[in-house]
T-cell receptor
C-alpha cells in the first residue's frame, strides 16, 4: 500500500537558518504530493503541493520538488523564522484519492 | 466564511460512555473525512463520505460510526468509549474535482477517555 516516510524529529534551528525536512514515499501509479503545516492548537493547512514529476511547489518561502526517480518530496526554506515553528506533515494522494500522511515532524525556531 | 468547524474543542469521557463529534462545512464540498491524530503517528483515516447519503470505512473504523444526511454535516459517533480512542480528531473536506483536490481541516476535537 501507499506510505510516506519522514525524517525523525524534532528539529530545532536558529532564526535565519536553512531548513530541509526529508520525505520519501511509496505508491503505485503517479501520486500527488503535499506538505501540510499544523500550527499550535490548530488544524492542518496546506502549505504546498505538486501533482506530477519535476513539479515544484512553493509557498511562504518554502519549496519542494517532486522527484520521481528518488521518490522524494523534500521541504526546504532558505531562512526560517520563529513564526515557522509548527508540525510539518508530508502526504500523498494515491490512486484511491485518499491522503496518506507521514508521522509529522516538529520544527522549533529559536530567536 | 467559516470553512470547517468542529465541536466540541475538548471532551473528557468515561469508559463506556458515548458521544458525537460534530463537523460542519460551508464550502459546499462533496467529500468529507474524519481522521484521528495520535502523538508521533501522523493522521489515520477513520471514515469518509463522497456525498450526502454515502459513507465508507477508512483505515481505522472500529468503534466509530458516521452518517451524512446533508452536504454540510458529517458527525462522528463513538458508542462505547475506550481509552484507545483518546486522540485528537480532525474533520476535513474537499471539493469534487477529479481527483479531489486540497483538503481543508477543522481545528480539531481533543478527546480523553478515562
Amino acid at each position: 500500500g501507499d506510505s510516506v516516510t519522514q525524517m525523525e524529529g524534532p528539529v530545532t534551528l536558529s532564526e535565519e537558518a536553512f531548513l530541509t525536512i526529508n520525505c520519501t514515499y511509496t505508491a503505485t501509479g503517479y501520486p500527488s504530493l503535499f506538505w501540510y503545516v499544523q500550527y499550535p492548537g490548530e488544524g492542518l493547512q496546506l502549505l504546498l503541493k505538486a501533482t506530477k514529476a519535476d513539479d515544484k511547489g512553493s509557498n511562504k518561502g518554502f519549496e519542494a520538488t517532486y522527484r520521481k526517480e528518488t521518490t522524494s518530496f523534500h521541504l526546504e526554506k532558505g531562512s526560517v523564522q520563529v513564526s515557522d515553528s509548527a508540525v510539518y506533515f508530508c502526504a500523498l494522494r494515491g490512486a484511491n484519492s485518499k491522503l496518506t500522511f507521514g508521522k509529522g515532524i516538529t520544527l522549533s525556531v529559536r530567536p | 466564511n467559516a470553512g470547517v468547524t468542529q465541536t466540541p474543542k475538548f471532551r473528557i469521557l468515561k469508559i463506556g460512555q458515548s458521544m458525537t463529534l460534530q463537523c460542519t462545512q460551508d464550502m459546499n464540498h462533496n467529500y468529507m473525512y474524519w481522521y484521528r491524530q495520535d502523538p508521533g503517528m501522523g493522521l489515520k483515516l477513520i471514515y469518509y463520505s463522497v456525498g450526502a447519503g454515502i459513507t465508507d470505512k477508512g483505515e481505522v473504523p472500529n468503534g466509530y460510526n458516521v452518517s451524512r444526511s446533508t452536504t454540510e454535516d458529517f458527525p462522528l459517533r463513538l458508542e462505547l468509549a475506550a481509552p484507545s480512542q483518546t486522540s485528537v480528531y480532525f474533520c476535513a473536506s474537499t471539493d469534487g474535482g477529479r481527483p479531489p483536490d486540497t483538503q481543508y481541516f477543522g481545528p480539531g476535537t481533543r478527546l480523553t477517555v478515562l
